[in-house]
């Protein structure tokens, strides 16, 4: 068996995408011993990589069973990693976001959030996560392979691409027209000021004094949306 957790979520998305039988793999993820599992992801490059992978990889194995609906989806404790059931939300809004409330614009943390998840989660909230995360939705960002010692390349890739594709400029009337996930999750992203730094960081685009706007999400199923 497998002993690298990374390992194991890097070669479950690669079975997913590839349209094979992942139960093996999920039963290596189950008989995970928890501790150990905490003790391996010893820093946030481990947790974020394990935790993305998990993420997309799961999404696509539940909706591809037609058992859940839209919003059921998220809450459905379906996924056994080291013997504990986790839910899409525990995983996004617990772990990667370090137990913010789902529907708190990242101001208010979840303060019924289970001990096990505190012991999982992130020491600090990467904003870019958002666009490392794929619901299986139009306007989501696309799929991709997060490695440990990679991560923060990847992840700067996947910011600026998801950007670039999703933003319209309008310099004559100071506009921009972007995701609406930096409205969902706006202090995530550190509100308005922290938008706009993003945008000088990641585009090298200043936006100082540009309206934004926010475009309707797409929530039309696109499963399968890897990069190739």
């Given at each position: ?47 974020k990589a394990f935790w993305i992978n998990n993420y997309n990889a799961f999404y696509q194995i539940l909706a591809s069973t037609k058992k859940f609906g839209k919003k059921e989806i998220y809450k459905v404790k379906r996924i056994n990693i080291g013997g504990e059931k986790f839910s899409l939300d525990d995983i996004e ?136």
């Amino acid at each position: 068996m497998t002993e690298n957790p990374n390992k194991i979520s890097e070669v479950l998305l690669l079975a997913v995408k590839m349209q094979q039988d992942t139960s093996d793999l999920q039963e290596q993820l189950e008989k995970l011993d928890l501790d150990t599992l905490i003790q391996l992801l010893n820093n946030d490059d481990q947790r974020k990589a394990f935790w993305i992978n998990n993420y997309n990889a799961f999404y696509q194995i539940l909706a591809s069973t037609k058992k859940f609906g839209k919003k059921e989806i998220y809450k459905v404790k379906r996924i056994n990693i080291g013997g504990e059931k986790f839910s899409l939300d525990d995983i996004e809004h617990g772990i990667l976001r370090k137990f913010r409330y789902k529907y708190s614009l990242g101001l208010f943390p979840n303060l019924w959030t289970r001990g096990v998840i505190k012991k999982l989660a992130v020491d600090h909230l990467d904003y870019r996560i958002h666009f490392a995360l794929n619901c299986g939705a139009k306007s989501c960002p696309p799929i991709a392979f997060y490695n440990s010692e990679k991560i923060n390349a990847q992840l700067n890739l996947a910011t600026q691409s998801f950007l670039e594709g999703e933003t319209k400029f309008d310099d004559k009337n100071k506009t921009i027209h972007t995701t609406a996930l930096f409205q969902w999750f706006k202090f995530d992203f550190g509100g308005e000021k922290g938008i706009r730094k993003i945008y000088q960081e990641q585009l090298n685009r200043d936006i100082t004094d540009y309206k934004i706007n926010y475009n309707p999400y797409s929530w039309e199923t696109e499963l399968g949306a890897f990069i190739e």
